[in-house]
């Protein structure tokens, strides 16, 4: 009979984190150490739970790492009849198997060496990891001494069963290829696997806690991982748990040995690498559902022919990988950057209503071309050719979700006065065709804040919001903001809500999402409470009962009126100007006070002079653009898209030249701007004592 020795308080029981300085560190990057720590107090123990003791037993595989004398961690795969793998104590496991042929586990399994084992079930996606030594070898096996467990949620697995055809216990001899780079045949293994395996250690002498190994599970679709050439891999790294163990080994020790299982001729290919992480980059950004890219350089392959001694059935794929992309994607992503300013036709693949007066538009790339990537809050402008019409209809509307690297959503609301936005309503359907430019706009959301978000709209200005909300709370229940996020809607009544199916689904599965939803003239069916929070209007009074003091930064989207009064409310609760977003198309709406600070800003800024009006600003970057500059300074001038695509705004030059924050789409004649994306082009410093330089007059 085992013995227990499970503390009476469960949890992490020492005083130091849990984590090493390699993996806090990567935590306080990504600005998540705070929480993570709370959670690897609950999480991480220095025993089995029950839960463990049952869990491992039920297993017929279990994936190991070691260290070989060299200092590599090497992954491995462990297999035998369910119970092979017998916790006999809170603190001891027995293993009854023996390394595959040809596995380097088979040099690195001796009495005291670090291990880790990672137990997964395939067919389940049920994870367990423990790490600690062996313990004494036995005929049939070893132990191990325990140092800490952790249970560890499913992500990206493919679920598989299992069937042994051969003793697990008897590995026969099969043919080794050692190299020290990629053949055709392990080439082949990876670029068909949906799965890999991941070993790192951490080697740090009189540290118990700190040191040992890790073994860990990544998986994507088909392809994931790229053959970049003979000696290199990259491979996506997607959301996870935010404990980082391996990224946080790698930060100390970048060592990593990857396993490869090839399913269908039970090859087993082991790679000792090198890995480099790629925080960012295009590539990064245009692989959907990437957080960062590892590259591995490799060092040494190890290649055993058909030493798996069960077979697996075919995968059935997560979920979850219908929202990552793949190295395809990539290629025409990167290749549709340089069409950013040509009109694409894109085809609807499907529309959906939102509400009485908002209709959804799903559209794909119909020139087989790739999507640009976008930021959540940005536009999407488009054309259309009503017939009758004199001139095609150019609009910008808001991409509603966040990029997904396949489709762009924009929703739009019918004005009902025989427009575009009716047009669409009523002639374009599934199979017809729009154009586009790629998506832009100032109206982002900043990931690098990292503070509590409020997420305040009014009407159709719910579009750019829930792309916001929908880039953070990704993977029913993962986020990627670990901090409140308050969601308030302000809508007539029910039927004119749009999004609620979906924001109800968000708000059960994410902890951190409060939504409060505002109802101006609710209908008989609508009931307080129930389909809504509140009556009447969003204000300063009910910001002031929604939202707990904090340190927010608030994303305002809706009508002028609505956005001037919450402008305003927010500004005397406290928030700071800097902290309040509005939407990129409609500045001009929104009188804002400029921040007072202890200092004048006497950063290097351009003089622009406005020719008719006799009026001369300071054009600095926050300024925006040009058309900006003018509105600040309490000119008009005229425009529409705000884009570069319609050209209402173009204005003469009189004198210097500008520079467009991108390409515009709209054709320029020499000695005009388009001034909605132009900003000055920087002359020779004036001599007048300041920073500035001389810049640009138009004619306005």
Known sequence: MSSSTVPASPGWDLERSPFHEGELAVQERVGVREKIDAQG?????????????????????????????????????????????????????????????????????????????LGVQLHTRRRNRMIGTVGSLLPDGFTINLRQTLGICPQYIQGREVSFHSDPLAPEPRPVHHKNHLDASATAIIAKSDTYFVASVLLQEGDAVATGADVSHRGGRPGFVRIDDDHTLTAPDFVGNFIFNTIGNWQIDNHA???????????????????????????????????????????????????????????????????????????????????????????????????TTIRSFILAPGDGSGLVTYQAG?????????????????????????????????????????????????????????????????????????????????????????????????????????KPIYFIHSAINSKHRAFAGHLAKKAELHANLFLHMV??????????????HSEGYIDRTLLRRVLPLDDYEVYLC????????????????????????????????????????????????????????????????????LLELAEANGLQPLYACRSGSCGTCVTRVVKGEVDYTEPPAHDVEPGEALICIAHPHPGPHLEDGTLNREGIILDI
């Open 41 to 117: 107090r609950r999480a991480v123990r220095r025993y089995l739970t029950p839960q463990q003791r049952e869990f491992f037993p039920m297993l017929p595989y279990v994936f190991m790492a070691s260290i070989d004398s060299q200092g590599r961690p090497w992954a491995s795969l462990l297999v035998g009849e369910p119970g092979f793998v017998n916790p006999t104590s809170d603190v001891t496991v027995t293993v009854r198997a023996r390394p595959l042929y040809g596995d380097p586990f088979n040099g690195t399994l001796t009495p005291g060496a670090e291990i880790a084992l």
């Open 257 to 355: 040995g990857l396993m490869f299982v090839d399913f269908d001729s039970g090859d087993m290919l082991y790679i000792a690498a090198h890995a480099e992480v790629l925080w960012d980059g295009p590539e990064v950004r245009a692989f959907t559902g990437a957080q960062r890219l590892f590259r591995y350089h490799i060092d040494e392959v190890c290649r055993v022919e058909a030493s798996l001694p069960c077979n697996f059935t075919a995968p059935e794929y997560s979920p979850l990988l219908e929202r990552t992309g793949h190295w395809d994607d990539v290629a025409k992503t990167l290749e549709a950057e340089r069409l950013r300013t040509v009109w694409r036709p894109f085809t609807v693949l499907e529309t959906v209503h939102e509400s």
């Open 378 to 482: 940005q536009y999407l402008p488009i054309r259309v050719r009503p017939a009758g019409w004199a001139e095609p209809a150019t609009r910008t509307y808001t991409l509603s979700d966040a990029s997904n690297g396949r489709t762009y959503r924009i929703s739009v609301k019918r004005e009902g006065n025989g427009g575009c936005s009716d047009y669409l309503h009523d002639h374009i359907g599934v199979g017809d065709t729009i154009e586009t430019l790629a998506p832009r706009g100032a109206f982002v959301f900043n990931e690098a804040a990292g503070r509590p978000l409020a997420l305040i709209s009014a009407g159709v200005g719910i579009t750019p919001v829930i792309a916001m909300l929908n880039s953070q709370l990704v993977n029913d229940g993962r986020t990627l903001l670990h």
């Open 519 to 532: 109802f101006s003239r609710p209908s008989e069916d609508d009931v307080l409470g129930k389909t809504h």
């Open 558 to 625: 809706g009508p002028p009126g609505f956005m001037q009064s919450l402008y305003d409310a927010l500004l005397s609760l406290g928030v700071r100007d800097s902290r309040i977003h509005l939407e990129s198309f409609g500045p001009a709406s929104v009188s804002r006070r400029i921040e007072k600070t202890a200092e004048a800003d006497n950063s290097e800024g351009v003089v622009v002079a406005f020719a008719k009006s006799g009026k001369t600003a300071i054009w600095r970057p926050k300024a925006g653009s």
